[in-house]
């Protein structure tokens, strides 16, 4: 019998107050993670939603810049494109520009993944700074305090796109993915990696979601077209960060802004 999925969803009305409430879950998951292991390892993802609220937690004028234990972080890497550094399409470069170069994090405690060099090589590469840095025995997952992942209008999450061959990938933590609709190269943490987190969420904004949202979460496990179904954390239970818009086909919250629903499968 399949696992049941018990997914939490807290939905915003608009997108500031998604920053808001994003930034807040950030700070929360790390003050957890530390209180109960001594250190926060995180993993993130790239897009306008994320950035919005990691300008948040950089901004002196906020309460989560002061709250965040930025001494206890170690930040990693959901997925990035096969690009430099210093690229546009960086997902580094927005992570730096929002919120490394403004808060007290030491280069020791930033692990990227290289986009400049080859994609196997990156790939490659970023799998044994894993390695090294969990301490991995052969056959072992690392486990995150955190995960946090987007989704895009193709129901795609991290670099896991539709019918490519990261979706079949279970003995590698990291993997080079061609994606053909986009005649590009991405480095991605493959499924079994994210799924270990002990805590996974999904953020998301805008109305364009609002139906591939609705599909993934309440519709039949179509894998292959919908890769955001097959994120389905080890700890049997899912969170999603959402605007008013992208919840706009979801089942109705409480008075709180708080829906649950279950699945399998």
Not at 140 to 157: A, C
Not at 179 to 197: D, E, F
Not at 208 to 218: F, G, H, R, S, Y
């Amino acid at each position: 019998m399949a696992r049941r999925l018990g997914i939490k969803y807290y939905v915003e009305p608009d997108s500031a107050s998604l920053a808001r409430r994003a930034a807040q879950y950030f700070v929360e998951m790390a003050g957890e993670a530390v209180a109960d292991r001594g250190r926060a390892r995180i993993a993130i993802s790239g897009g306008s939603t994320p950035k919005a609220a990691f300008s948040l937690l950089a901004d002196p004028g906020q309460p989560w810049r002061e709250r965040m234990p930025w001494q206890r972080l170690e930040l990693f890497w959901v997925d990035e494109r096969a690009v430099p550094p210093d690229h546009p399409d960086s997902n580094y470069r927005m992570t730096r520009e929002a919120l490394l170069e403004h808060v007290p994090l030491h280069p020791e405690q930033i692990h990227r993944m290289e986009g400049e060099l080859d994609p196997e090589v990156a790939a490659a590469r970023y799998e044994a700074e894993l390695r090294s840095s969990f301490r991995l025995e052969d056959g072992e997952l690392p486990r995150f305090d955190l995960v946090s992942l987007g989704m895009g209008p193709d129901g795609h999450t991290a670099s896991l796109f539709p019918h490519t061959e990261a979706l079949h990938e279970r003995s590698r933590l990291v993997t080079a993915n061609h994606v053909p609709q986009m005649n590009t190269w991405r480095i991605t943490l493959t499924w079994p990696v994210i799924n270990r987190g002990a805590s996974v969420f999904f953020l998301i904004g805008g109305v364009d979601k609002a139906q591939i949202l609705n599909e993934v979460i309440t519709g039949p496990p179509e894998h292959e077209r919908l890769p955001s179904q097959i994120i389905r954390p080890s700890s049997g239970i899912l969170t999603l960060i959402l605007d008013k818009g992208a919840a706009a086909l979801l089942p109705p919250t409480d008075e709180q802004g708080c829906g649950c629903y279950e699945r399998e499968g």
